[in-house]
C-alpha cells in the first residue's frame, strides 16, 4: 500500500468513526446535537420561509399561474 493510499484510507476510516460515534448514543443526544447545530439558523429559516410565502401567494393570483392551472385542470377531465 502506497503513503498516499494508506492516508486515504484513514480518512476513511476516520471519516466513518464520527457518525458510528453519534449512532452509539441514545436519540435524545442526537436530537440534543441536532439542535444545538440548528439553533444559529432558526430565525434565518423562518424568515426565508416567510419571504417565499408572501411570494407564492402573490405568484398564486397571477395571471400565467391561473392559466397554467386552468391547462392543467383541463387536461385532467
Known amino acids: 500500500m502506497t503513503k498516499k493510499s494508506a492516508s486515504s484510507n484513514n480518512k476513511v476510516v476516520a471519516t466513518n ?3 458510528e460515534l453519534l449512532a452509539s448514543h441514545p ?3 442526537l436530537i440534543a446535537v441536532k439542535r444545538t447545530l440548528t439553533a444559529p439558523h ?3 429559516v ?3 420561509l416567510a419571504r417565499e410565502d408572501a411570494l407564492l ?3 398564486l393570483g ?3 399561474n391561473m392559466a397554467a392551472l386552468a391547462q392543467f385542470v ?3 377531465d
Open 57 to 59: 401567494e402573490e405568484l
Open 42 to 44: 432558526v430565525e434565518a
Open 62 to 64: 397571477a395571471p400565467p
Open 74 to 76: 383541463g387536461k385532467r
Open 17 to 19: 468513526r464520527k457518525p
Open 46 to 48: 423562518r424568515a426565508a
Open 27 to 29: 436519540i435524545s443526544s
